[in-house]
């Protein structure tokens, strides 16, 4: 066992560098529409996809979380829950939505829903998509930070 599992200081430098990367993403992806790519660092992998989904959203932009992957020594220790928090509350991400895609854990698929994220089936009841509206944006557009009130 890792002796660094679930150390606050080592999810903290894998979400930094993941939140990096994903900004310098979305602006690459501004200019070059549907592209997508994997991020791989030390604890998590994930494929990311930029994107206008079909799915009821509006034609909202939207990060598409694809294939996760969390390093089996951090498994079940909270870092997919902060990395989608983190997400959530990034000022530097401009798309208007998250997709978690493709989820078959179904502990994952709890999580997501305790969290906000509805259900949808583009096609494929096995492996449903999770969407959420980004926390961060909807609170902007009220004209109040995120830890506000409705």
Do not use: K
């Not at 390093?71 to 401009?94: H, I, K, S, V």
């Amino acid at each position: 066992m890792n002796s660094s599992q679930g150390d606050p200081a080592v999810f903290d430098a894998e979400l930094a560098a993941f939140l990096a990367w994903l900004r310098a993403f979305e602006d690459e992806a501004s200019q070059r529409p549907g592209l997508s790519r994997w991020y791989r660092g030390p604890i998590l992998s994930a494929y990311v996809r930029a994107t206008r989904p079909r799915l009821p959203l509006g034609g909202e932009t939207a990060l598409g979380l694809a294939d996760l992957q969390v390093a089996e020594p951090y498994r079940g220790c909270g870092f997919l829950t902060r990395a989608l928090q983190a997400l959530d509350a990034e000022p530097g991400l401009t798309a208007q939505h998250l997709l978690v895609e493709n989820v078959l854990n179904a502990g994952l698929a709890r999580r997501l829903e305790a969290d906000g994220f509805v259900r949808r089936l583009p096609g494929d009841a096995v492996s449903p998509w999770y969407s959420r509206e980004r926390s961060a944006w909807a609170s902007a557009a009220a004209g109040r930070v995120p830890s506000e009130p409705a």
